[in-house]
Each structure stands twice: as C-alpha cells, then as structure tokens.
C-alpha cells in the first residue's frame, strides 16, 4: 500500500460504537481506539481517531446522538454498533432504520463510512438471523459504505483453546491483546478510508 500523503491537519476518524469501542474493563490506552489509533500511525496515517463509544449504547442510542457527534468534525465515521441490540433481541427493523439514520447523517456531510457488523447468533431462529444479517451488506451497498461483516472475525475464527487471555472474564469484552485483534480487524479499510478522505479526487465510498 502507498504511503498516505501528509496532510496540514490530521484527518478525525470518529468511533461511534457501545462498550467495545469505549473500552470497558481496560485501561484507557489498551482499548480499541487507542490500539486503532497506534495501529494506523504506525503505518503512516495523519488521523485523529475520536473514541465515540458510549456503553451499553443500541444502534438507536446512536442514531440518536450521531448529528451532535458528528458537529465536532469528522472525516471519516466509523459506524460499530448492532451488538447491544441483539442482546436484547431487538426487532431487526427497528436496527435496519437507525443503522439507516446514521448512514444518512454521514451521508449528509460526505463523509466516508465503515460499517462494521455482528452477525447474529442462531439462538433467537434463522428467520431473525437472516433479517439482522441482511442489514449490513444491503445498507452498505445502498449508502456506498464500506463492510467489514464481522467485527469480531479475528477472535471468531479462532479455535477456542486459541481465545486464552482474548476475552475478559464476562465472556464478552475483550482484553488489551483482544482490543488488538479487533484493531487489525478494522485497520485496513480504515487506512484506505482515511486515504480516501485526504484525496479530494476520491469522493466518499
């Protein structure tokens, strides 16, 4: 990949996302926007990445604060919410139109988007799975967004033996090396977002 062209003033990358993004039970500097922010600095991005994760927040607690987040500058949205919803079981319509409210907002101001998803579980039958997991993907392609299709791909993946010293203790969180893997889940495209973003002939998407 080419190296990024320096820029007058970083570009803000904003995280809006629940507890993964805000780092819950870790330290400030060994959550996920921290390691993100290392992770892309250390590969020659000018970005600021603004840690906009409230926890326990649904994708409606996003859709609700996303315009006054957004009033602070941003040049590239980061969109990882959905995970919260599905611990509540919450109708994938309503997730469908709030994911779709913060995408126009984005859209709104021009601004570049990742989408990163958490496909369902099977617990909740394949009729619910089916209908949450077709909102990423179909969002993305509508509003020219960006899709990782999971988040968690890189701890997922692993074999369970693998997971030792990923996870905290409520099976759920992350830890710092946890944080990281995501972090390398998201780096890339957010590089190349970021790149998009500093490239007036690139437009968003």
């Not at 409520?170 to 390398?184: C, L, N, Q, V, Y």
């Not at 790149?195 to 437009?203: I, L, S």
Request: no cysteine; glycine share 14%.
């Amino acid at each position: 990949m080419a190296a990024l062209p320096a820029s007058a003033d970083p570009a803000v990358l904003v995280a809006l996302g629940d507890s993964l993004t805000q780092g819950y039970g870790l330290p400030p500097e060994d959550g996920l926007v921290p390691q993100l922010q290392g992770w892309l600095t250390d590969r020659g991005a000018e970005v600021t990445v603004v840690n906009a994760g409230v926890s326990g927040d649904t994708t409606a607690g996003g859709a609700a604060r996303i315009g006054w987040t957004l009033e602070g500058g941003a040049d590239v949205l980061l969109i990882a919410l959905g995970g919260n919803d599905l611990l509540r079981g919450l109708p994938p319509e309503e997730t469908r139109a709030n994911v779709t409210a913060m995408l126009e907002a984005a859209q709104a101001k021009d601004l570049p988007v990742l989408l990163a998803a958490i496909p369902a579980p099977g617990n909740f039958g394949p009729d619910y799975k089916a209908d949450f997991d077709a909102i990423w993907p179909e969002l993305a392609a509508e509003y020219g967004a960006v899709l990782v299709p999971n988040m968690l791909a890189g701890l997922a993946d692993l074999p369970p033996e693998a997971r030792t010293g990923l996870v905290q203790s409520d099976g759920i969180h992350p830890t710092a090396r946890g944080a990281a893997i995501i972090a390398e889940t998201l780096g890339p495209p957010l590089l190349d977002l970021i790149g998009q973003a500093g490239d007036p002939a690139q437009g968003p998407g």
